[in-house]
């Protein structure tokens, strides 16, 4: 399966980013990709026509992937603004977007014992709407994540990693 990874944080030391890097070894019979989107601008219905290549291109990439698994922080109890541009732009033009029919899995990580579980909320919903496939199960919540990974970033926890290889057995069989 080809599998694109997309975190919703581009910070340098991003857990969330650090948890998708930690899935090829758990499922090394896939193939992963991890989306840049950073070049992408801020939305505006003023820049779609002619639509930016940068938009077209991410568009491809989601629709290439056999499966799309998103890592998303919490901020201020929804997604980060950079991925809500993300989903805006490839969902553009209306009824063509990107993420119709593709299989998602979502998960996310969080220093709090919440575990994100507002921001994934709010990604479904958004999601749904786009008319992707989401995953109801299995919920993938990371809390705590200072005990979870090393300073360099690999994750330890060893429940976590058997959630997760479970998780990509699940999306390789839906
Ligand atoms: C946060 N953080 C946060 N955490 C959480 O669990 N729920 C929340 O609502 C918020 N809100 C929030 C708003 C803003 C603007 C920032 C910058 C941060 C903390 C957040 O979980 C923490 O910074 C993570 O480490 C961000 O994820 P990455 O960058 O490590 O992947």
């Keep these: 399966m080809n ?3 997309i975190s919703g944080s581009s910070r ?8 998708l890097g930690a899935l090829p070894a758990l499922a090394p019979a896939h193939t992963f990709t991890h989306m840049d989107y950073s070049a992408l601008p ?3 219905q003023d820049l779609e026509n002619p639509f930016p290549e940068s938009a077209t291109s991410l ?3 989601i629709k290439a992937a056999d499966a ?3 890592a998303t922080p919490e901020y201020n109890r929804s997604i980060p603004a950079s991925l809500s541009n ?3 732009w490839t969902s553009r033009p209306y009824g063509q977007g990107a993420w119709i029919g593709k299989k998602v899995l979502v998960m996310g990580a969080t220093p709090a014992p919440t575990g994100t579980v507002l921001a994934q909320a709010e990604l479904r919903k958004i999601l749904l709407y786009l008319d992707a496939r989401v995953m109801g199960q299995p919920e993938i919540y990371l809390s705590s994540v200072y005990e979870k990974f090393t300073t360099e970033g690999e994750l330890t926890d060893e429940g976590t990693k058997q959630h997760l290889s479970k998780a990509l057995e699940l999306l390789a069989s839906s």
């Design 42 to 44: 801020l939305f505006s």
């Design 3 to 5: 599998i694109l990874t």
């Design 68 to 70: 799309i698994i998103i």
């Design 12 to 19: 340098t030391g991003s857990f969330n980013t650090m948890l």
């Design 59 to 61: 568009k491809d990439q």
């Design 86 to 88: 993300l989903l805006d």
